[in-house]
């Protein structure tokens, strides 16, 4: 059974600093993974989505990274801004096209 | 224009009603999902669709029971609802139905409901 974990929790930064966020998943026979971002009483928003055979992906100042084999992908933001603030969302797909969902990392930056 | 569309976005109601909560997605997918969002955050999958017909189905009470009419739209309705089905209601969308063609999902904004 898939089981996706986000460390940390939360996190909280200044304005600035680069962060990672980590995400593990227990089960490697996934065929993508998708980072999104969901604000307070809103939906998700998808910033990324890697599928299993690429090593990373990039959208401005995100860049999120998948090692397969280890069960891992991280997040980096660079520069982080106020604007960031969110949970961030990690999840996993298999072959039957659900997503199983880790229970994210809720930032905070600071201005 | 908004991709995938849920109404209503607030629903309060008391034990025992019925009630249904729609989604419409114009982004031209094959595929419909419902997710629930707990209390304490964490997102699961309920069903899924793919061109209107049933491929997931998550162990979900039967008091839950999904409709798509055609494949842009994807209906929960709940029946004898009770205290723990509170919670947030999003629907989905992606291009295929599993596998490397599947695409990004993309959510609607939720519904929450709150059973009293």
């Known amino acids: 059974k898939q089981e996706v974990t986000q460390i940390p929790a939360a996190l909280s930064v200044p304005e600035g600093e680069n962060l990672v966020l980590n995400c593990s998943f227990t089960?490697?026979?996934?065929?993508?993974l998708q980072w999104f971002r969901q604000d307070p009483g809103k939906g998700l928003t998808s910033l990324l989505l890697i599928q299993s055979s690429q090593r990373e992906q990039t959208s401005g100042r995100l860049n999120a990274s998948l090692d397969k084999s280890s069960g891992r992908s991280t997040l980096y933001i660079a520069a982080s801004q106020p604007g960031d603030s969110a949970t961030y969302l990690c999840a996993v797909q298999g072959n039957t096209g659900k997503l199983i969902f880790g229970q994210g990392t809720t930032l905070q930056v600071k201005p | 224009d908004t991709a995938v569309s849920q109404t209503p976005k607030y629903l309060v109601t008391q034990m025992g009603n019925d009630k249904s909560i729609k989604c419409e997605q114009n982004?031209?997918?094959?595929?419909m999902y419902w997710y629930k969002q707990d209390s304490k955050k964490f997102l699961k999958i309920m069903f899924s669709?793919?061109?209107?017909?049933?491929?997931i189905n998550e162990t979900v009470p039967n008091r839950f029971s999904p409709k798509s009419p055609d494949k842009a739209h994807l209906n929960l309705h709940i029946n004898s609802l009770e205290l723990g089905d509170s919670a947030v209601y999003f629907c989905a969308s992606s291009r295929g139905a599993g596998g490397v063609d599947t695409g990004e999902l993309f959510f609607g904004e939720g519904s929450r409901l709150t059973v009293l």
């Open positions: 982004l031209g997918h094959d595929t």
């Open positions: 089960d490697s026979a996934i065929y993508n």
């Open positions: 669709y793919n061109n209107k017909e049933l491929i």
